[in-house]
């Protein structure tokens, strides 16, 4: 075996480690509170007590382990190879060593596809490990050595890259881990404070609830900050990535630049039926190839309405539109796509829509 080869092994054996250490302690929480809690610990005249917590528990640990394997299962999703350059274009952007006839090519190729975001210095986004277009929202992960569509990041705690084909389950894995924590910590705290206090006797279980109870606290606290976040990202519509570094769209770098109003944001994670919000199977919108951008594929009338809610134009009529059909490099195509005919319009607002 080459040196190289098995160092990379080595290396993806040890990106498991952090998974390992997670399952770990599950089962062991799983342990202490089925075995030693509600077996050993609550009293034989408490039968109650004893089955609503094993129910209430179960249902919790089945939906943190399902969206948890379904986080770090779900393969990464890629461009398509609509994004990667036709053979002749390819051959001469390979032969070419000026960088700016490079870019005159992938401009010509991304003209055809929908993508709106450029690099910080207007240039196509391509990726040369890849030789795909970039599209929006998607980054090459050097972790998964490939280009991920809508990546958000590169989590060491499930060894995977969390992108458009996980996020939503990503967000149920933490919100899940939440509850599960919640509920060890509400369920035990009165026996963690009989042990503390020499209520009960010092057995063997005495170790582990109190054990139980720190950890689950421990961990309740930091993953509730994460999700915290993350929901707030959701309703953004807001990368973390894009959290630090903000899209730059034709018209200059636009945090916002997905955001569609709180609504459809979620919508566009959770989808547009609830009863599927709660469950870790895919339901977010879209193919993660495009996304509406706050540069809409709107009818003048409907833009000229959010403008003047806005106090950007006079009811009157003169538009304050402008009208980026012909000269703005990826329009052609995009309309097509996203606009049933609608006329593409770029809508300048400072407050979020
Ligand atoms: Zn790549
Ligand atoms: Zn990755």
Request: proline share 5%; net charge positive.
């Amino acid at each position: 075996m080459a040196p190289s080869h098995a160092l990379r092994c080595c290396k993806r054996a040890l990106n498991w480690v952090p998974v390992l250490f997670i399952n770990l302690v599950v089962a062991w929480s799983y342990y202490a509170y089925v075995v030693e809690l509600c077996v050993y610990t609550i009293p034989k005249t408490n039968n109650a007590e004893r089955i609503s917590y094993l129910v209430i528990f179960h249902i919790f640990f089945a939906m943190f382990i399902w969206s948890y394997w379904k986080t770090i299962w779900s393969k990464p999703a890629s461009p398509s190879t609509a994004f990667a350059l036709p053979r002749a274009e390819k051959e001469l952007y390979e032969k070419e060593q000026r960088a700016e006839v490079q870019q005159e090519i992938l401009k010509k190729v991304a003209r055809n596809l929908p993508v709106y975001t450029c690099t910080a210095g207007g240039a196509i986004r391509y990726c040369n490990f890849c030789q795909v277009i970039k599209p929006d929202r998607c980054h090459h992960c050097s972790s998964c050595e490939k280009c991920v569509l809508k990546m958000d990041h590169h989590c060491p705690w499930v060894n995977n890259c969390v992108g458009f084909s996980n996020y939503k389950f990503f967000i149920l894995f933490l919100a899940y881990a939440t509850l599960y924590c919640a509920v060890i910590c509400a369920t035990v705290v009165q026996y963690f404070v009989k042990f503390w206090t020499k209520l009960l006797p010092d057995t063997h279980a005495k170790f582990h609830i109190l054990f139980l109870f720190f950890v689950a606290a421990l961990f309740f606290i930091s993953i509730v900050s994460l999700y915290s976040y993350h929901m707030w990202l959701v309703g953004k519509n807001r990368t973390t990535i894009e959290a630090f570094r903000a899209p730059v769209f034709a018209n200059g770098p636009d945090k916002n630049g997905f955001s569609l109003g709180i609504k459809r944001n979620i919508a566009d994670v959770f989808g547009e039926e609830a009863k599927y919000w709660i469950f870790p199977v895919f339901s977010s919108q879209g193919d993660g190839h495009s996304f509406v951008t706050r540069l809409v594929h709107i009818d003048p009338e409907q833009a000229n309405s959010v403008l003047q809610q806005n106090g950007k134009i006079p009811v009157a009529g003169e538009t304050n539109l402008s009208m980026v059909a012909d000269d703005e490099p990826h329009t052609e195509g995009k309309s097509k796509e996203k606009t049933d005919g609608g006329q593409m319009v770029a809508v300048t607002m400072d407050s979020e829509p």
